[in-house]
């Protein structure tokens, strides 16, 4: 696997996450990359350069603890 296949697969991830938040599919209570929402919030938190970064990862957080309860409650 090549580094640009890396990219490209986090970046399916991020998509995906960040359109499973409220404003948008509402799949999980965030707006954690929302402009209006939290993503203002943590850029004046953490400044422009660390806001993205922290953006991504809570709406991936959010993906996977909503996925985990989904298979949880699996038969």
Same mark, same amino acid.
């Not at 991830?13 to 938040?21: F, H, K």
């Given at each position: 696997?090549?580094?640009?296949?890396? #990219?490209?697969?986090?970046? $399916?991830?991020? $998509?995906? /996450?960040?359109? =499973? &938040? +409220? &404003?948008?599919?509402?799949?999980?209570?965030? #707006? @954690?990359?929302?402009?209006?929402? =939290? /993503? @203002?919030?943590?850029?004046?938190?953490? =400044?422009?350069?660390i /806001?993205?970064? @922290?953006? =991504? &990862?809570a709406?991936? &957080? /959010?993906?996977?603890? +909503?996925?985990?309860?989904?298979?949880? @409650?699996?038969?």
């Amino acid at each position: 696997m090549q580094p640009k296949d890396l #990219d490209k697969i986090f970046h $399916i991830q991020l $998509i995906i /996450a960040r359109l =499973g &938040e +409220k &404003e948008l599919m509402n799949w999980w209570n965030t #707006d @954690a990359a929302y402009k209006l929402g =939290g /993503a @203002a919030f943590l850029q004046r938190l953490l =400044g422009k350069t660390i /806001a993205p970064l @922290a953006a =991504g &990862e809570a709406v991936l &957080e /959010a993906a996977r603890l +909503k996925e985990s309860s989904l298979i949880s @409650a699996m038969n």
